[in-house]
Nanobody, 122 residues
Framework: QVQLVEFGGGWVQAGDSLRLSCAANTFSNDARGWFRQAPGKERELVAIVDWSGDYTYYADSVKGRFTISRDNAKNTVYLQMNSLKPEDTAVYYC?????????????????WGQGTQVTVSS
């Protein structure tokens, strides 16, 4: 099973940028996703990238501000977050879509990192 570790979370002010990284212990040609979960809320999709990096999908709430990318040579996926807002505050998780699954819900993803906290103050 793929093991994932996220890096790059922190505390920033509104309008600032952060770059999250998610390193895997092995290559996977499955889609990779970033999700987030705020206190008292369900885990929600942020962005997805396919194995080649050519196809990406974003939640409406982050479209135009966040960019997902991957470097397969490094088994790493990135999430560049610009123009951060207080409502982006959450624990951010990266995940690998389970083989044979094609949906974008958390249930379609089989391997998860431990999460990294992102806090945006106003």
């Amino acid at each position: 099973q793929v093991q994932l570790v996220e890096f790059g979370g922190g505390w920033v002010q509104a309008g600032d940028s952060l770059r999250l990284s998610c390193a895997a212990n092995t290559f996977s040609n499955d889609a990779r996703g970033w999700f987030r979960q705020a206190p008292g809320k369900e885990r929600e999709l942020v962005a997805i990238v396919d194995w080649s990096g050519d196809y990406t999908y974003y939640a409406d709430s982050v479209k135009g501000r966040f960019t997902i990318s991957r470097d397969n040579a490094k088994n790493t996926v990135y999430l560049q977050m610009n123009s951060l807002k207080p409502e982006d505050t959450a624990v951010y998780y990266c995940a690998v879509r389970a083989s044979g699954r094609y949906g974008n819900s958390p249930a379609d993803f089989g391997s998860w990192g431990q999460g990294t906290q992102v806090t945006v103050s106003s």
